[in-house]
């Protein structure tokens, strides 16, 4: 540090070099030595320094902002930005007051940025600029010599063509001040091969014979015609540049959060001045402090700023640009794709207005967004020539929007690769969105567990990214209503893929504007090559033994039946993948961590008059393992299967579920559907486990915590050698573990591995090429499930391999008191999942935090690992039902910090009857954890907990203890791993009252 402050640069790197072989795991010693290497100008040194630092402890502030200079020197003015963005957050999480030197080369940055664009979007509209003059020219050209060939026709044919020619010649001279040596040639060229013109020998010396006044004043219109196209494009690219150029507003009104115009200006106690919107979700999202005065606040001292406002007001007046809020997606407009979409399809010569017209069009279009153009990413597909192919599919239909659903034909929540059209058109991976095309732009909504994923992963050039749920961000129906409002253009999907209920949404809000969704084929797979997309998953159907299902099909059709017959339905159709398959007691392998098969069925309430009528892929299914009493047809007959029980006059109450197919629905008579549409009889059944398959999801726990605790104890031990493992080895370790235990078959999801910060992304999917390692200093949580012949399970733990800090202890200890206050919940029948979430979260509560997701989900038995009608999240659904016993749900309370740490327990449990005394004959049940898996003991706070739920802690632990010992025997790393977690905590450190708010 010395030889720094001396500007002895080379002898502080080579101190740091020796201070880096003593203890590798200092996070200041690279960041120091990178701040040595920015002196001397050396960048990638600066870069390998910089990344050390922060796969140590992702949350180094410098780190971040010296990597942000390492990309302005590279000129990779996005990647600078958003590191330098992840630096001035971390300043406020950590309260440091070096932020004004990060928002200095933040601003650098984006200038630099602006500038690039700025210079790329000036020569393209040159070159435009050049292409549509040289049009206007050529048009002139070709009208003066139509003009010209008929003046020559109707002169004398004997006179001199020659004499003509030098008459036109003084005439161009005279119009333009110049000889235009082009059109001379091309007039010389129009009078030696016109064959109507007499072309005969005549004397040089005729030259000045009188010019035709009607001719004269004919090419002197059609030049004036060109000048004024000409003047109005300069006028059109002057207003656009006008448009287009910086907004500059002035700092006094920038927020210091958003680095946005104050539209709604608030001041604090302590004389600084903030956008409402930003300060209320800074408080909200990071903590009860003012970022800059880091003084305790809350929302209630936050006070109008009249005074700016007034002054915002103005600016706003006067500046027009100002008045749209900025959206927070970029809308990017290319020319050449407008042309495209809207051209004629047949060539006209003269479109020159048309052209100006689009111009002016496309140019209005980016008022009121966010112009800031994106840099495509390695990591990004490049759709240009996909979207012109369904756009020219589009116009086949006589439509002008087109959605594309994430869902295959039965709503699955999970797709094969086949069935994934919306990846392949957008390039995004995600489980969750949904895709929407017009004619003159595109977008993708996903929700917030995906916006990192989509900005990865979105072609950004041809596509909008929009935020959904984000504040200004419109709803797919909105969006598409506004798209289409006081235009001619229908909107257009494929209602094989689009549930009812979202159909019946849309076209409510679309009766608004006079219009209706219409259906079309699948335009994705019209365009999509045959040689490039997967092939379809037909893998063979097998039976899923009585020793695992519990009941017979004729039982399970017994109830089904009875269950319709109690709604007052003559049929049920079924298109859920889940439904079919416990239904027939069949099990396949078409869908990703699913045992599922393509199929349809169709059950009449009198089934033994009118067989159930399964319909699948026969290759698929051998006729031995036909169900009795079923009759198996061919998936490709079903429609018209559906089309003939419709028209059924004997058939009059047909049962739909909500999530059913539009284009089943749109094939049944209304008069026919029992409404309103409801939960499948099927759904509702199989929800409540029988006898076998409550033992089967018990008994499979053991299997899975063995798994998981060899998993664990493996690496436990790496890391104690020094071992580097990262996200994906650790998964693919974990599946290997997974692989030796009886009955299992294939994960139950794609499991979620992530260390550090990106625990914080609730969904995140770690790929072996940016998979981040694993360290002590670091959180790790993996959520993994297992299908097993007799079980799925779904369980999430969050461990530390070191030291962890104060908060990520604290946020651990609350989440583990909300999984034990949902867990002891006793509760009367009839009361909705959605009543206990706050139970999930009032520990929580008491720290200022909470989480997005939902408290818990249904789980299925060798199917879904989500699975419907019950479930303990608090927004209302109209399709949940009461909990009732033999429901197997999720207890997964969690804390995410952005860019810090995430933390999310879960554990499979039971709901049972509870042995309380009733009252008024009122029955109640409780839950029974059935997750044999400890809790990870270095990250529980025991000050924070009550005697009674350390007593539950220790209880538990001392169980998983005695049942997973003796299944660990052999496996030292193991036991270890057991031992350690599960020893008593037996006393309460006292510690200081400190808050984390």
Same mark, same amino acid.
């Given at each position: 540090?010395?030889?720094?402050?001396?500007?002895?640069?080379?002898? @502080?790197?080579?101190?740091?070099?020796?201070?880096?072989?003593?203890?590798?795991?200092?996070?200041?010693?690279?960041?120091?030595?990178?701040?040595?290497?920015?002196?001397?100008?050396?960048?990638?040194?600066?870069?390998?320094?910089?990344?050390?630092?922060?796969?140590?402890?992702?949350?180094?502030?410098?780190?971040?902002?010296?990597?942000?200079?390492?990309?302005?020197?590279? &000129?990779?003015?996005?990647?600078?930005?958003?590191?330098?963005?992840?630096?001035?957050?971390?300043?406020?999480?950590?309260?440091?007051?070096?932020?004004?030197?990060?928002?200095?080369?933040?601003?650098?940055?984006?200038?630099?940025?602006? !500038?690039?664009?700025?210079?790329?979007?000036?020569?393209?509209? /040159?070159?435009? &600029?050049?292409?549509?003059?040289?049009? =206007?020219?050529?048009?002139?050209?070709?009208?003066?010599?139509?003009?010209?060939?008929?003046?020559?026709?109707?002169?004398?044919?004997?006179?001199?063509?020659?004499?003509?020619?030098?008459?036109?010649?003084?005439?161009?001279?005279?119009?333009?001040?110049?000889?235009?040596?082009?059109?001379?040639?091309?007039?010389?060229?129009?009078? !030696?091969?016109? +064959?109507?013109?007499?072309?005969?020998?005549?004397?040089?010396?005729?030259?000045?014979?009188?010019?035709?006044?009607?001719?004269?004043?004919?090419?002197?219109?059609?030049?004036?015609?060109?000048?004024?196209?000409?003047?109005?494009?300069?006028?059109?690219?002057?207003?656009?540049?006008?448009?287009?150029?910086?907004?500059?507003?002035?700092?006094?009104?920038?927020?210091?959060?958003?680095?946005?115009?104050?539209?709604?200006?608030?001041?604090?106690?302590?004389?600084?001045?903030?956008?409402?919107?930003?300060?209320?979700?800074?408080?909200?999202?990071?903590?009860?402090?003012?970022?800059?005065?880091?003084?305790?606040?809350?929302?209630?001292?936050?006070?109008?700023?009249?005074?700016?406002?007034?002054?915002?007001?103005?600016?706003?007046?006067?500046?027009?640009?100002?008045?749209?809020? +900025?959206?927070?997606? @970029?809308?990017?407009? %290319?020319?050449?794709?407008?042309?495209?979409?809207?051209?004629?399809?047949?060539?006209?010569?003269?479109?020159?207005?048309?052209?100006?017209?689009?111009?002016? /069009?496309?140019?209005?279009? %980016?008022?009121?967004?966010?112009?800031?153009?994106?840099?495509?990413?390695?990591?990004?597909?490049?759709? !240009?020539?996909?979207? @012109?192919? =369904?756009?020219?599919?589009?116009?086949?239909?006589? =439509?002008?929007?087109?959605?594309?659903?994430?869902?295959?034909?039965?709503?699955?929540?999970?797709?094969?690769?086949?069935?994934?059209?919306?990846?392949?058109?957008?390039?995004?991976?995600?489980?969750?969105?949904?895709?929407?095309?017009?004619?003159?732009?595109?977008?993708?909504?996903?929700?917030?567990?995906?916006?990192?994923?989509?900005?990865?992963?979105?072609?950004?050039?041809?596509?909008?990214?929009?935020?959904?749920?984000?504040?200004?961000?419109?709803?797919?129906?909105?969006?598409?209503?506004?798209?289409?409002?006081?235009?001619?253009?229908?909107?257009?999907?494929?209602?094989?893929?689009?549930?009812?209920?979202?159909?019946?949404?849309?076209?409510?809000?679309?009766?608004?504007?006079?219009?209706?969704?219409?259906?079309?084929?699948?335009?994705?797979?019209?365009?999509?090559?045959?040689?490039?997309?997967?092939?379809?998953?037909?893998?063979?159907?097998?039976?899923?033994? =009585?020793?695992?299902?519990?009941?017979?099909?004729?039982?399970?059709?017994?109830?089904?039946?009875?269950?319709?017959?109690?709604?007052?339905?003559?049929?049920?159709? /079924?298109?859920?993948?889940?439904?079919?398959?416990?239904?027939?007691?069949?099990?396949?392998?078409? /869908?990703?961590?699913?045992?599922?098969?393509?199929?349809?069925?169709?059950?009449?309430?009198?089934? &033994?008059?009118?067989?159930?009528?399964?319909?699948?892929?026969?290759?698929?299914?051998?006729?031995?393992?036909?169900?009795?009493?079923?009759?198996?047809?061919?998936?490709?007959?079903?429609?018209?299967?559906?089309?003939?029980?419709?028209?059924?006059?004997?058939?009059?109450?047909?049962?739909?579920?909500?999530?059913?197919?539009?284009?089943?629905?749109?094939?049944?008579?209304?008069?026919?559907?029992?409404?309103?549409?409801?939960?499948?009889?099927?759904?509702?059944?199989?929800?409540?486990?029988?006898?076998?398959?409550?033992?089967?999801?018990?008994?499979?726990?053991?299997?899975?915590?063995?798994?998981?605790?060899?998993?664990?104890?493996?690496?436990?031990?790496?890391?104690?050698?020094?071992?580097?493992?990262?996200?994906?080895?650790?998964?693919?370790?974990?599946?290997?573990?997974?692989?030796?235990?009886?009955?299992?078959?294939?994960?139950?999801?794609?499991?979620?591995?992530?260390?550090?910060?990106?625990?914080?992304?609730?969904?995140?999917?770690?790929?072996?090429?940016?998979?981040?390692?694993?360290?002590?200093?670091?959180?790790?949580?993996?959520?993994?499930?297992?299908?097993?012949?007799?079980?799925?399970?779904?369980?999430?733990?969050?461990?530390?391999?070191?030291?962890?800090?104060?908060?990520?202890?604290?946020?651990?200890?609350?989440?583990?008191?909300?999984?034990?206050?949902?867990?002891?919940?006793?509760?009367?029948?009839?009361?909705?999942?959605?009543?206990?979430?706050?139970?999930?979260?009032?520990?929580?509560?008491?720290?200022?935090?909470?989480?997005?997701?939902?408290?818990?989900?249904?789980?299925?038995?060798?199917?879904?690992?989500?699975?419907?009608?019950?479930?303990?999240?608090?927004?209302?659904?109209?399709?949940?039902?009461?909990? @009732?016993?033999?429901?197997?749900?999720?207890?997964?309370?969690?804390?995410?910090?952005?860019?810090?740490?995430?933390?999310?327990?879960?554990?499979?449990?039971?709901?049972?009857?509870?042995?309380?005394?009733?009252?008024?004959?009122?029955?109640?049940?409780?839950?029974?954890?059935?997750?044999?898996?400890?809790?990870?003991?270095?990250?529980?706070?025991?000050?924070?907990?009550?005697?009674?739920?350390?007593?539950?802690?220790?209880?538990?632990?001392?169980?998983?203890?005695?049942?997973?010992?003796?299944?660990? &025997?052999?496996?030292?790393?193991?036991?270890?791993?057991?031992?350690?977690?599960?020893?008593?905590?037996?006393?309460?450190?006292?510690?200081?009252?400190?808050?984390?708010?």
């Amino acid at each position: 540090n010395k030889h720094f402050l001396q500007k002895k640069y080379n002898d @502080a790197i080579h101190c740091y070099n020796q201070a880096l072989k003593q203890n590798g795991e200092k996070a200041i010693y690279y960041v120091n030595r990178a701040l040595c290497y920015i002196k001397l100008k050396q960048w990638d040194k600066v870069y390998q320094d910089a990344r050390h630092c922060l796969d140590l402890d992702p949350n180094y502030i410098k780190a971040h902002a010296y990597l942000g200079q390492y990309y302005i020197e590279q &000129q990779r003015y996005d990647e600078a930005i958003t590191y330098f963005k992840q630096a001035l957050e971390l300043c406020k999480i950590q309260n440091k007051n070096f932020g004004d030197e990060i928002q200095r080369l933040l601003r650098y940055a984006q200038k630099r940025r602006f !500038s690039i664009m700025e210079h790329k979007r000036i020569e393209n509209e /040159i070159s435009l &600029q050049t292409y549509l003059r040289s049009l =206007i020219q050529t048009d002139k050209e070709r009208r003066m010599q139509l003009r010209i060939e008929k003046y020559l026709e109707d002169k004398d044919p004997t006179q001199s063509s020659t004499n003509t020619l030098s008459i036109l010649k003084q005439f161009l001279s005279k119009i333009t001040n110049r000889h235009n040596q082009q059109i001379t040639t091309n007039l010389a060229s129009v009078v !030696s091969v016109s +064959p109507k013109v007499a072309t005969t020998t005549t004397h040089n010396n005729e030259m000045n014979v009188a010019i035709d006044q009607q001719l004269e004043q004919a090419l002197q219109d059609i030049e004036q015609s060109a000048d004024q196209s000409i003047n109005e494009m300069n006028t059109l690219f002057n207003e656009v540049d006008v448009r287009r150029k910086r907004r500059e507003i002035p700092e006094y009104l920038t927020c210091k959060l958003c680095y946005d115009l104050m539209r709604d200006p608030v001041i604090t106690p302590f004389g600084i001045t903030y956008c409402r919107s930003c300060i209320e979700e800074n408080l909200y999202k990071v903590s009860h402090l003012d970022p800059i005065a880091n003084k305790p606040l809350v929302v209630d001292q936050l006070v109008n700023n009249l005074v700016l406002k007034e002054i915002v007001e103005k600016f706003i007046k006067e500046n027009e640009w100002a008045k749209i809020r +900025p959206q927070r997606f @970029a809308i990017q407009y %290319s020319t050449r794709l407008v042309l495209q979409a809207f051209l004629p399809k047949e060539p006209v010569l003269d479109m020159l207005h048309f052209v100006l017209v689009l111009i002016a /069009i496309a140019s209005s279009f %980016s008022d009121g967004v966010n112009t800031n153009q994106c840099t495509p990413l390695s990591t990004q597909k490049n759709t !240009s020539t996909i979207l @012109a192919q =369904i756009r020219q599919e589009m116009q086949k239909e006589d =439509i002008g929007l087109y959605v594309v659903f994430a869902d295959d034909e039965h709503g699955s929540e999970y797709t094969q690769a086949y069935d994934k059209r919306r990846d392949w058109l957008t390039g995004f991976r995600g489980s969750a969105g949904t895709a929407v095309v017009s004619l003159r732009t595109a977008a993708l909504w996903t929700d917030s567990r995906y916006f990192t994923q989509a900005e990865e992963q979105l072609d950004c050039a041809n596509w909008l990214l929009m935020r959904d749920r984000d504040p200004g961000v419109p709803t797919i129906i909105d969006w598409i209503v506004s798209e289409l409002n006081q235009t001619a253009l229908r909107p257009g999907t494929t209602a094989v893929f689009t549930s009812t209920s979202w159909w019946t949404s849309a076209n409510s809000a679309l009766k608004i504007i006079g219009k209706e969704l219409r259906s079309v084929e699948d335009l994705v797979s019209r365009i999509w090559p045959s040689s490039e997309r997967p092939k379809e998953l037909q893998g063979q159907i097998f039976t899923h033994d =009585i020793e695992y299902a519990g009941e017979t099909v004729a039982q399970k059709l017994n109830r089904t039946t009875a269950e319709m017959k109690r709604l007052g339905a003559t049929t049920a159709v /079924i298109s859920a993948l889940d439904e079919t398959a416990w239904l027939f007691n069949l099990r396949g392998t078409d /869908i990703p961590f699913n045992p599922f098969f393509k199929s349809y069925a169709i059950i009449h309430a009198d089934y &033994q008059v009118n067989q159930p009528e399964l319909f699948v892929n026969l290759a698929q299914l051998n006729v031995s393992q036909y169900p009795p009493g079923v009759r198996v047809f061919n998936n490709s007959i079903f429609w018209s299967r559906l089309n003939q029980i419709s028209t059924n006059a004997s058939i009059n109450r047909i049962m739909l579920n909500t999530k059913i197919s539009q284009a089943i629905l749109n094939l049944i008579p209304e008069n026919k559907l029992l409404l309103p549409l409801s939960n499948s009889p099927v759904q509702r059944i199989k929800a409540r486990k029988n006898a076998k398959e409550r033992k089967g999801m018990q008994d499979c726990q053991l299997r899975d915590a063995v798994a998981r605790m060899k998993h664990l104890g493996w690496l436990e031990k790496q890391l104690d050698e020094g071992k580097s493992i990262n996200e994906t080895q650790s998964s693919d370790q974990l599946l290997v573990y997974q692989q030796q235990q009886d009955r299992f078959q294939f994960p139950s999801f794609r499991a979620i591995t992530a260390s550090g910060d990106r625990a914080a992304i609730v969904h995140y999917s770690a790929a072996p090429e940016t998979a981040q390692l694993i360290t002590k200093n670091k959180v790790y949580l993996l959520d993994a499930g297992s299908q097993y012949l007799d079980c799925t399970t779904d369980i999430t733990r969050t461990h530390h391999f070191g030291v962890p800090k104060d908060l990520e202890k604290r946020a651990y200890t609350r989440v583990l008191q909300g999984v034990i206050d949902i867990a002891e919940a006793v509760f009367p029948t009839g009361t909705y999942g959605r009543s206990l979430d706050h139970l999930g979260r009032m520990s929580l509560y008491r720290d200022g935090m909470t989480f997005g997701h939902g408290v818990g989900h249904g789980i299925g038995h060798f199917l879904s690992v989500h699975e419907g009608p019950q479930r303990i999240a608090s927004p209302y659904n109209a399709l949940e039902e009461t909990l @009732a016993d033999g429901v197997f749900l999720s207890d997964e309370p969690g804390f995410y910090k952005p860019g810090d740490f995430g933390i999310r327990i879960e554990n499979d449990m039971e709901v049972v009857l509870a042995n309380k005394s009733s009252y008024e004959n009122r029955q109640y049940l409780r839950f029974n954890t059935i997750t044999l898996l400890p809790y990870e003991r270095s990250l529980i706070d025991a000050s924070l907990l009550t005697n009674a739920q350390l007593n539950t802690i220790n209880q538990y632990h001392a169980k998983v203890r005695d049942i997973l010992e003796p299944l660990l &025997q052999g496996d030292e790393a193991a036991l270890h791993a057991l031992h350690t977690r599960t020893a008593s905590i037996d006393s309460i450190p006292t510690i200081p009252n400190l808050s984390y708010i």
